[in-house]
C-alpha cells in the first residue's frame, strides 16, 4: 500500500521497531483494544490521533488475536463506515457452540453487515477446522467485508480454494468446507 502512495498507520505492543522502513509508514507502539491508557487504544482513539484532520474512505486490516470481537463492537458506527474495505482474522471459532461466546460474536457479525457485505472467506491453515454434525468450522478464518455501497455483484463463488488464497504456515491447505457454500 505505501508503495502505491497510501499512509499505513501500524500499531503493535508487542514488537519493538517495524522489520523495515518507508516513509509513509507511521508506528504506535500500543495495542488495539477497548480502552485507551498506556498501553492499549481504541480503533477510534487511533483514528482520530493519527488522521486528525481526515475524514478520508481508510483500508482496515486487523490481526488482534482474539480481541477483534470486542474492538468491533466498541468502534463507532461513524468510524465503521469510514472504511471501504476491512479484513481481519477471526479468532477461536472453535468456540462458536459455546453460548456465551456466541452471544459476543453475533453481534460483531451483525454490526459488521449492517454497513458491509464480506466478499471473500479464507480459512486461516494455521490451526485446523472443528466439527458439530455437519457444520465445520475453521478455527481462524481471515474475512474481507466490502462497504455496501461498493459492492456491485451479489454473485457467489463456489469454487474454492480462490487464486488469490494464500496459506501462512508449513500445515497442510486448509479449504473452506462445503457447508459454507452450499
Not at 477483534?68 to 461513524?78: M, N, P, R, T
Not at 462458536?96 to 472467506?121: A, D
Amino acid at each position: 500500500c505505501a508503495n502505491m502512495g497510501m499512509n499505513v498507520f501500524m500499531a503493535d505492543k508487542s514488537v519493538e521497531k517495524l522489520p523495515e522502513s518507508h516513509e509513509l509508514f507511521q508506528f504506535t507502539k500500543k495495542y488495539i483494544g477497548v480502552t485507551t491508557n498506556d498501553d492499549f487504544m481504541t480503533l477510534d482513539d487511533w483514528v482520530a490521533s493519527s488522521m486528525p484532520e481526515s475524514q478520508d474512505e481508510l483500508l482496515l486490516q486487523i490481526d488482534i488475536e482474539g480481541s477483534e470481537y470486542e474492538v468491533f463492537l466498541g468502534v463507532s458506527d461513524q468510524l465503521l463506515k469510514r472504511f471501504r474495505i476491512i479484513v481481519a482474522e477471526f479468532h477461536r471459532l472453535d468456540l462458536f457452540w459455546n453460548e456465551p461466546f456466541f452471544n459476543l460474536i453475533s453481534p460483531v457479525f451483525g454490526k459488521l453487515l449492517q454497513t458491509h457485505s464480506c466478499v471473500h472467506n479464507h480459512p486461516n491453515n494455521y490451526g485446523g477446522s472443528i466439527k458439530n454434525g455437519n457444520i465445520e468450522i475453521p478455527l481462524v478464518t481471515e474475512l474481507t467485508f466490502l462497504r455496501n455501497d461498493r459492492v456491485n455483484s451479489t454473485s457467489f463463488i463456489n469454487n474454492y480454494p480462490h487464486p488469490l488464497d494464500y496459506d501462512n504456515s508449513e500445515n497442510p491447505p486448509l479449504y473452506l468446507p462445503k457447508c459454507w457454500y452450499k
